[in-house]
């Protein structure tokens, strides 16, 4: 630094109480600080850039295995989820979540953010490729109008269909439609493909555990596709009804989107249950080749009632818990998956909360 520098910041002459020799240490002391945080701890100032951004790359799996007809996903060991994964690559999986809830039900949704977004603050390679949205048909409360706005305003996680809001008379429909005229085929890497390979229609009392999901959906065929948990699993429930995957969350390769988007069948079926008629257009149209069968990972929750094909205790690779329709199953099972493990603990001070009651994994 120059004589006149040090004159312009007020730093010499009489009276000021920085040398030059000061001046100096100080300037060392600083340049030691960049090389601390930007060559010997630079993943430190990364994990900061990732909490200012919205958007990380995920990693992918070295390969993706072919698709057969009632495919079951193999296990997964939960423990590798959390592992470090290979550099982001464009070829890994894209799927978007719509979790299919009320305008009103705002303490739900709540809930939900909160869950998801802390899976993917622990999971940074999942960020970008597996999107949650909101999704209910139009808002017709004034008073709903103005909260729903705010919630886009700050989040931008939401759709709004154009459909009166229903559960069985074409919501669904609407909803794979929709998302296959707004999302359209982009360019990547060079060449063309969709934004998305999955879209998932889920219900807003499943429990999605998103890591497994990603996993699951990796080494799944990226066409003809279909994957969730199929029924009747048994035949004692709906038999004899033709199979379909049950609307606690069931996914659609992108190619199948576009055709609920066009086909007359599934514009004309609307009315009824609505993840029988999504497998009933299928099955009528021979389409959905390739069909992932989820069980045991994908289920019922359990609560007093006897075990059955699609109903059991908890089980550490889980990929979705559905049935929890309210709080006390929603912490049982946030409970059981150590959802708060990361707890700051604060030396005791701040935080005087009990363990969770009933943890069932490490």
Not at 141 to 146: F, Q
Not at 223 to 239: K, W
Not at 254 to 260: A, E, G, I, K, S
Not at 293 to 314: E, L, Q
């Amino acid at each position: 630094m120059s004589s006149s520098l040090y004159k312009q910041l007020g730093l010499t002459g009489a009276g000021s109480p920085l040398s030059g020799r000061h001046l100096l240490h100080i300037l060392l002391a600083a340049g030691f600080l960049a090389f601390t945080v930007f060559v010997v701890h630079p993943n430190e100032f990364r994990i900061q850039s990732f909490f200012a951004g919205s958007c990380s790359r995920p990693s992918t799996d070295a390969t993706a295995a072919a698709a057969t007809p009632l495919a079951k996903a193999a296990p997964h060991d939960a423990a590798t989820e959390s592992a470090h994964s290979p550099a982001p690559d464009d070829d890994d999986v894209r799927v978007l979540i719509g979790i299919q809830t009320l305008p009103s039900k705002y303490e739900r949704r709540h809930l939900l953010r909160t869950v998801y977004s802390l899976q993917l603050r622990d999971q940074p390679s999942l960020a970008g490729r597996v999107d949650v949205r909101f999704v209910f048909c139009n808002v017709t409360s004034p008073d709903d109008a103005v909260f729903v706005s705010l919630e886009i305003l700050r989040y931008g996680d939401i759709i709004v269909l154009d459909c009166a809001e229903n559960m069985d008379n074409g919501k669904t429909y609407t909803f794979f439609s929709t998302v296959a005229r707004a999302f359209n085929a982009t360019t990547t890497a060079g060449r063309r493909r969709p934004k998305y390979d999955y879209v998932m229609k889920a219900d807003d009392d499943t429990y999605l555990r998103l890591a497994a999901l990603a996993s699951s959906l990796r080494v799944a065929s990226r066409t003809d596709a279909y994957y969730g948990l199929q029924m009747p699993c048994d035949r004692e429930n709906f038999y004899p009804f033709p199979p379909f995957m049950s609307g606690m969350g069931y996914a659609l390769s992108w190619d199948l989107v576009q055709w609920v988007a066009t086909s007359e069948l599934a514009r004309r079926e609307q009315d009824g249950p609505e993840d029988m008629w999504t497998g009933r257009w299928l099955n009528l149209a021979g389409r959905a080749k390739n069909r992932y069968d989820n069980a045991p990972r994908m289920y019922n929750y359990k609560g007093g009632s006897p075990d059955s094909c699609f109903r059991h205790g908890f089980v550490p690779d889980t990929i979705a818990v559905h049935m929890l329709k309210d709080d006390k199953r929603w912490a049982e099972t946030l409970a059981y998956f150590n959802a708060t493990a990361g707890l700051p603990r604060s030396g005791g001070l701040l935080y005087h909360l009990p363990p969770p009651a009933g943890a069932g994994r490490p």
